[in-house]
């Protein structure tokens, strides 16, 4: 059983229970919608494609669009190679339980210790004759 099987198992938080609270709070919101069609706009606009988000005033959302699966909870729980992205999602789902039990939030290396990450391809760049 590795580190975060333990601590899931400490805390009394199901897999089903992280899906669905990493669900509500990775979708996007109108808000975030709207932010997202802003620098959609931005990258598709040739006068504006020069300039910086930030001196455009606009910032990532805060939410990364979808959650983990309960699948990707139980691999990570069997100590199986997840990607960073899907560690961050679970996370922020641990924190957001805890918080709501009235316990102090949990860190990466809390979660995830001696567990490496997965890493994904590597971009093969073609040089050009």
Do not use: C
């Amino acid at each position: 059983m590795g580190t975060f099987q333990t601590f899931l198992s400490s805390k009394s938080i199901t897999p089903k229970q992280l899906a669905i609270t990493s669900r509500r709070i990775e979708t996007f919101d109108e808000p975030a919608r709207a932010l997202m069609q802003k620098r959609w706009g931005k990258r598709h606009n040739k006068e504006l494609a020069t300039k910086k988000y930030a001196e455009l005033e606009m910032a990532k959302p805060a939410s990364l669009g979808r959650g983990v699966t309960e699948k990707q909870v139980l691999a990570a729980s069997k100590d199986a190679l997840v990607t960073r992205k899907v560690r961050t999602k679970i996370l922020r789902a641990v924190n957001t339980i805890l918080v709501k039990k009235g316990q102090p939030a949990a860190d990466m290396k809390t979660l995830f210790e001696g567990t490496p990450a997965r890493v994904g391809k590597k971009i093969v760049v073609e040089k050009k004759k």
